[in-house]
């Protein structure tokens, strides 16, 4: 079983940042790509950034120019830098695994006070 797990979450002022982590228990390269998604209170979930096997990105149009997405290969990792938080970042924000099956961590809390 294919285990995610999310950390970095917390709580930050508007225009603060941060970096939230997703290490994976096999290679990253088995997936055709790696997403973040965050549930916003009320709201459906929604995709915030992916990042595939070949390191292309895409974001939501929210975050785009703020959060970065990136991949260490060697570690079986996935980043999320967040930069210049709103308070309508807040969410919990899990990180998902893509390919033949799908897999998700459990989540970490991001929440920005104003």
Do not use: H
């Amino acid at each position: 079983q294919v285990q995610l797990v999310e950390s970095g979450g917390g709580l930050v002022q508007a225009g603060g940042s941060l970096r939230l982590s997703c290490a994976v228990s096999e290679s990253i390269f088995s997936f055709n790509s790696m997403g973040w998604y965050r549930l916003l209170p009320g709201k459906a979930r929604e995709l915030v950034a992916f990042i595939t096997s070949d390191g292309s990105t895409k974001y939501v149009a929210s975050v785009k120019g703020r959060f970065i997405n990136s991949r260490d290969n060697a570690k079986n990792a996935v980043y999320l830098q967040m930069n210049s938080l709103k308070p309508e970042d807040t969410a919990m924000y899990y990180c998902s695994a893509e390919g033949r099956k799908d897999y998700w961590g459990q989540g970490t809390q991001v929440t920005v006070s104003s």
